[in-house]
């Protein structure tokens, strides 16, 4: 308690206003929220009553649960809470996250990262807009206008994507934050109990987070990095391939170019335009370099996108089949093999004997 009162061997059910604390004589008592400042869980010891197996598996399982992030408990002080609104619209915020506040530096960090690039990507394609119209000529500059109205959608789409996952992370880390801080070391009877849906839920949203659920944060973090940098990287050659666009259609245009003005006096001076076959030459054999770069970076991001699906893939896989203690999707054998003696005797009336028999047991499992 605040007044440094403690209440010990008394379970503990927290409620939005109210601490609600079960006693060994069945009474229940309500702590009004800052009259207490910390709960440490721990199992109860009641010794009025002697519990069976199945309560003693029980309260373990409620301890357990109960110590899932540590088994000391503070809870948050009003003046230190985040409104999880607030938090959202911060999200919103190009370069900036909401996880900043909840002390989230790494995972702040990240969408600080990937918001900038995609930022930059969709300055970067809205100031080649305005180069366009003037540098291309006849049905280039219709091709390379749609072009960079795709490449527009596709870049807000990329952008949009990350800031409302921002938001939404941001307001559900506020959430977390109010609740208060765990410390202290979870008390663990038996491995965490996690379910191959769990986790497979966890990593179809972002690569690695199955793992780190299922503490295996090794696996975790390597599937998280990879995922962040093969996206990065698609985003990064997404902009190199409007670039190598753009420098192609510009060699085309000037394939149209490579004419020149003849005059012939024949007898009067007449201007004739024709093609100037040394630079016509010179332009072709640019423009198909320049379309070879191009072909060449889409391949690359083509690439790119690939290994992005098949990092998430495999983390998904190995999230739902190969990771956590419990619940795991395995199959497998065993044989067992055993003797046991009959405890019955059978009387032989007639011969005045009497005789044991002996049961042999044999059993082939096959669990999935």
């Known amino acids: ?102 002390k989230n530096y790494w995972g702040a960090g990240t969408f600080t990262v990937l918001e900038l690039a995609a930022t930059a990507n969709l300055i ?6 305005g180069l366009h119209g003037g540098a291309f000529q006849g049905s280039s500059s219709v091709t390379a206008a749609s072009q960079n109205t795709q490449d527009t959608i596709f870049g807000e789409a990329i952008l949009g994507l990350l800031l409302l996952t921002d938001a939404v992370t941001s307001s559900i880390m506020a959430s977390s934050w109010n609740e208060g801080t765990y410390s202290g070391e979870p008390l663990r009877f038996s491995p965490k109990k996690t379910t191959w849906y769990g986790r497979g839920f966890r990593s179809l949203l972002f690569p690695g987070w199955g793992q780190i659920y299922a503490e295996e944060p090794g696996k975790g973090y390597v599937f998280l990095t990879l995922g962040a940098s ?43 335009y024709e ?21 060449d970076a889409k391949i690359l991001r083509g690439n790119i996108w690939g290994a992005l699906a098949a990092v998430w893939t ?6 739902i089949f190969f990771s956590g203690n419990k619940d795991k999707l395995t199959s497998g054998f065993r044989f067992n093999f055993r003797v046991q003696p009959n405890s019955q005797v059978y009387e032989t009336r007639a011969m005045g004997m009497s005789a044991s028999n002996t049961e042999y047991f044999a059993e082939l499992k096959y669990s999935f």
């Open 124 to 129: 970067s394609i809205s100031s080649r807009q």
């Open 275 to 295: 093609w100037d076959i040394p630079l016509l030459s010179s332009n072709i054999i640019r423009a198909e370099g320049s379309k070879e770069n191009l072909d």
């Open 1 to 102: 308690m605040k007044s440094d009162e403690k209440i010990e061997n008394v379970k503990a059910k927290m409620g939005p206003q109210y601490l609600e604390l079960s006693l060994e004589n069945g009474k229940t008592v309500s702590l009004l929220n800052g009259t207490w400042k910390l709960l440490k869980i721990q199992p109860v010891q009641w010794n009025k009553k002697i519990p069976n197996a199945a309560e003693e598996i029980q309260e373990r399982d409620r301890v357990q649960q109960l110590s899932e992030k540590g088994n000391i408990y503070t809870p948050r002080p009003e003046e230190d809470k985040i409104s999880p609104v607030s938090n959202f619209f911060l999200g919103l915020i190009p370069g900036y996250s909401g996880l900043y506040r909840t």
């Open 230 to 272: 093969l996206f990065a990287a698609g985003i990064y050659q997404d902009n190199h391939i409007r670039t190598a666009r753009r420098e192609y259609n510009a060699d085309k245009d000037q394939i149209l170019n490579s004419d020149r003005i003849v005059t012939y006096y024949n007898p009067y001076p007449v201007v004739r």
């Open 314 to 319: 495999i983390s998904l896989l190995d999230a």
